[in-house]
């Protein structure tokens, strides 16, 4: 069975930074070096949307409201995958998941909140 845990998500100030981490377990340890991985984040009432994705080349994509701020990175023999975020704005408020890219609806994982406030 599949399992994504997200965590490090906190409480931070306008303009400091945060850095995600997401375990992969389970079933996922084949499909972990084959797949894309992602960060996507949910505001409530919101959507779920992509953040960033990190391909087994290295080869790394952001959403242009994070671009220059957030680094995704990956880590095959761990299965893991972070998210060092910077910067952080008001607009990041949000719930952090991760998944494949794109990603797996059986394989959403609790998340993990960040808060931007002041």
């Known amino acids: 069975q599949v399992q994504l845990v997200e965590s490090g998500g906190d409480i931070v100030q306008p303009g400091g930074s945060l850095t995600l981490s997401c375990a992969a377990s389970?079933?996922?340890?084949?499909?972990?070096?084959?797949?894309?991985m992602a960060w996507y984040r949910q505001t409530p009432g919101g959507q779920r949307h992509f953040v960033a994705d990190?391909?087994?080349?290295?080869?790394?994509n952001y959403a242009e409201s994070v671009k220059g701020r957030f680094t995704i990175s990956r880590d095959n023999d761990k299965r893991m995958v972070y998210l060092d975020m910077t910067n952080l704005k008001d607009e990041d408020t949000a719930t952090y998941y991760c998944?494949?890219?794109?990603?797996?609806?059986?394989?959403w994982g609790r998340g993990t909140q960040v808060n931007v406030s002041s």
């Open positions: 389970g079933g996922i340890a084949k499909i972990f070096e084959i797949y894309p």
């Open positions: 998944n494949t890219e794109p990603f797996t609806p059986a394989w």
């Open positions: 990190v391909r087994t080349s290295g080869e790394r």
